[in-house]
């Protein structure tokens, strides 16, 4: 399996941005996928998932209402949208992906990492 991730970048607060994180080599479909992220000095934080169809989604509580995970199962991408970003979300992002379908929030429980991508909100 391999994750690839994209579309970070520098943004001011208040802007949106779009990730994506294009995955190959195993049935997409099947399995949860979430967005982690990691900010300079500290500990890898959990900010989405959604589980293997789709139906089902969670965000951490400092995203709820301003960014949204999806997935488009036809191109094998997941998706978060971040929208009214602020300076406290600048971070590297990471996308996992699990072979169960259920959406978990502990950074053990994903079998699967992609590389990260630079998201910087600036004040």
């Known amino acids: 399996v391999q994750l690839q991730a994209s579309g970070g970048g520098l943004v001011q607060a208040g802007g949106s941005l779009r990730l994506s994180c294009a995955a190959s080599?195993?049935?997409?479909?099947?399995?949860?996928m979430g967005w982690f992220r990691q900010a300079p000095g500290k500990e890898h934080e959990f900010v989405a998932a959604?589980?293997?169809?789709?139906?089902?989604?969670y965000n951490t509580d400092s995203v709820r209402g301003r960014f949204t995970i999806s997935k488009d199962n036809a191109k094998n991408t997941v998706y978060l949208q971040m929208n009214s970003l602020k300076p406290e979300d600048t971070a590297v992002y990471y996308c996992?992906?699990?072979?169960?379908?259920?959406?978990?929030?502990?950074?053990?429980?994903?079998?699967?990492w992609g590389q990260g991508t630079q998201v910087t909100v600036s004040s």
């Open positions: 996992a992906a699990r072979r169960s379908s259920t959406v978990v929030t502990t950074l053990q429980r994903y079998d699967y």
């Open positions: 080599g195993r049935a997409f479909s099947a399995g949860a």
């Open positions: 959604i589980s293997g169809s789709g139906a089902t989604t």
